[in-house]
């Protein structure tokens, strides 16, 4: 039955950003793996501060409107939101370089160049939507692969002339590398924002703007504080270890459930548009969902029975943490690949209220973790987040499913 439902994944688009993501993070994972042993597990610290900065100011920068290109059915429309989106989120960009003048215990230049990539990274992203709309999957694709490939290049490269900050400038160089691709794809739909048609738009939809902009930035800060917290009581090498850790479990959630994904929303979309039968809706999501978790399962089975004895041996002691981390953080993210792929389900059936509850519990999840974890120690701050991971997205999951099964209005 397993088998037959990945076969039938080759007449869908799944594969085609499948492809695409598994050449992306491919190189991510085998050249994440290399980086971090040769550039050591506190500069990978480091790193991982950035990439959490960047990830906060992604969606800082956003203000919800991707949402805005996806939900539109009018070509005009589209286009129009995804033209005003960059020039919006440019101006909220300049607003935010100002925190680089308060006085915070993260070094400046990285706060710089994090809130910088969030709003590269941003319009790379918002342009994979727009591409998706318009069903060119294979261009999606290449814009996933051209970031990581870059990065991976240019870190290996200052990895011999010895840059300092190697993974971080890599790492934005492929960011822009990936915006100017992004650019390209994209020119035949950029026209002049008509501010007027862009409000009205917005003004069809408030509860993007009241419950899933917050909702998902709250979100963002649920699943990428932490390591800006570790580094407040802890080392930057088990900072290290820790965000490594969290990289590799994350590799297949980012491989399939994005994959998925982009496939996932505008389907899902199309169906609850066309006022199909809610049943179609139901088993449409519960298909998607399952066929995520039993992947990822079996995933992190073999990562850690296979990759984890194969990582002691890769690394040296200033990575003793490693394996322990991978275990405790796979129970947790076992729960989290039910919702990925179908994260959008709650703003297209109009129930963002629930993810803003949702990720208030995330966020407070982080704080409660971080202050028993420093008077404990790091082993029991992974174990115990990972825990309410493993409780909130099992819990959130069986609701979705519940309200769907149900066949409420909305």
């Known amino acids: 039955m397993f088998l037959n439902k990945l076969k039938r994944l080759n007449s869908s688009h799944i594969t085609t950003i499948f492809k695409g993501n598994f050449i992306s993070k491919f190189v991510l994972v085998i050249g994440g793996l290399l980086l971090a042993k040769y550039y050591g597990s506190s500069e990978y610290g480091i790193f991982s501060i950035y990439l959490s900065i960047m990830s906060i100011f992604t969606v800082v920068l956003s203000l919800a409107q991707e949402h805005m290109i996806m939900l539109e059915g009018n070509d005009e429309d589209v286009n129009n939101n995804f033209s005003a989106a960059g020039i919006v989120s440019a101006a909220v960009m300049f607003l935010a370089f100002l925190l680089v003048f308060i006085p915070f215990d993260i070094p400046k230049n990285i706060l710089f160049l994090g809130i910088f990539t969030g709003f590269i990274y941003l319009f790379t992203n918002n342009a994979k939507f727009l591409l998706a709309k318009k069903k060119h999957f294979k261009l999606v694709s290449v814009l996933t692969i051209v970031d990581s490939l870059v990065s991976f290049l240019f870190q290996v490269l200052f990895v011999f002339i010895k840059v300092e900050n190697g993974l971080v400038i890599g790492s934005l160089i492929g960011y822009v590398a990936a915006f100017l691709v992004a650019l390209y794809y994209s020119r035949k739909y950029f026209v002049m924002p008509d501010v007027i048609r862009y409000i009205a738009n917005a003004k069809k939809r408030p509860e993007l703007f009241k419950y899933s902009y917050p909702s998902t930035l709250i979100n963002a800060l649920g699943n990428n504080i932490m390591p800006i917290l570790i580094s407040l009581y802890f080392a930057d090498s088990l900072l290290g270890e820790y965000s490594l850790a969290v990289k590799i479990m994350s590799v297949p959630l980012l491989l399939i459930s994005s994959s998925i ?104 999840a982080n704080i409660a973790a971080i202050f028993i974890g420093k008077e404990m120690g790091v082993s029991y701050l992974v174990g115990i987040f990972s825990g309410f991971l493993f409780i909130g997205y099992g819990f959130l999951y069986f609701y979705i499913m519940l309200i769907l099964k149900k066949n409420e209005s909305y």
Do not use: Q
């Not at 169906?271 to 519960?286: G, P, Q, V």
């Not at 995933?299 to 322990?324: A, R, T």
């Not at 729960?335 to 959008?344: E, K, Q, V």
């Open 261 to 364: 994904a982009t496939v996932y929303y505008p389907r899902a979309t199309e169906i609850n548009n066309k006022d199909k039968s809610r049943n179609e809706l139901f088993a449409y999501t519960k298909k998607m969902s399952l066929m995520n978790f039993y992947i990822i399962f079996a995933l992190y089975i073999l990562i850690n029975l296979v990759g984890v004895p194969i990582l002691k041996m890769f690394f040296n002691k200033n990575w003793e943490h490693l394996g322990l981390f991978i275990f405790l953080m796979s129970f947790g993210y076992l729960t989290r690949s039910l919702i990925n792929p179908i994260s959008d389900i709650l703003t297209i059936i109009k129930r963002n209220n629930v993810a803003l509850v949702f990720n208030i519990y995330l966020f407070l």
